[in-house]
């Protein structure tokens, strides 16, 4: 038992020691290019000048998914009234995003990191060697590109009230 134990872990301690670091807070946004769920390509450049609110998530359609995504649906109004975007971004592929959005209506871009490099970049991957899928993480990113805010532990049901307060407070802070 012991040996399988060791075997285990000398299997799965490499992918998570090799998984990239969090960008920090005050550091240049790593930057990305990716498809959204019509095919359209999106770039951290396509959002200079305005607020981003990146967020990641492991797997369209699901419980806890499902209910952030909606959540930053519902919040999107006062979130675009803060001069901000919401983009949502996993793993799965363009075809799953478009169902996922229409399904649930939503208003904003999902981006298909099939690969997971980006995830990657922002230290948002989790490889589990069979299976690859995002944390669930977010970063706000200020009009300079600049990581303003990131959230390494996410409570789905509470995340977008959050994310819509701390925009707030650190646009007061810019000013």
């Known amino acids: 038992m012991r040996r399988t ?3 285990l872990l000398m299997l799965f301690l490499p992918a998570l020691a090799s998984a990239a670091e969090p960008p920090a807070e005050g550091a240049a946004a790593p930057a990305f290019s990716l498809p959204d769920q019509a095919g359209k390509t999106h770039a951290l450049s ?18 806890g998914c499902t209910t952030e995504a909606c959540n930053f649906r519902d919040d999107i109004v006062r979130i675009r009234r803060l ?58 990113i200020d009009p300079q590109g600049r990581v303003a805010h990131r959230y390494l532990e996410v409570d789905p049901k509470t995340h977008a009230a959050a994310v819509v307060a701390d925009l707030e407070r650190l646009q007061k802070a810019a000013d």
């Open 83 to 140: 001069g901000a975007e919401v983009v949502g971004v996993s793993v799965d592929g363009v075809a799953s995003h478009a169902d996922f959005a229409a399904k649930h209506k939503l208003p904003f871009p999902l981006l298909a990191d099939e690969g997971g490099k980006v995830a990657e970049s922002y230290g948002a991957l989790r490889d589990l060697m069979v299976m690859k899928m995002a944390k669930r993480q977010t970063y706000i």
């Open 46 to 63: 396509d959002y200079a000048g305005r607020w981003l609110v990146l967020y990641f998530y492991p797997k369209d359609d699901t419980p």
């Open 5 to 7: 134990l060791t075997a």
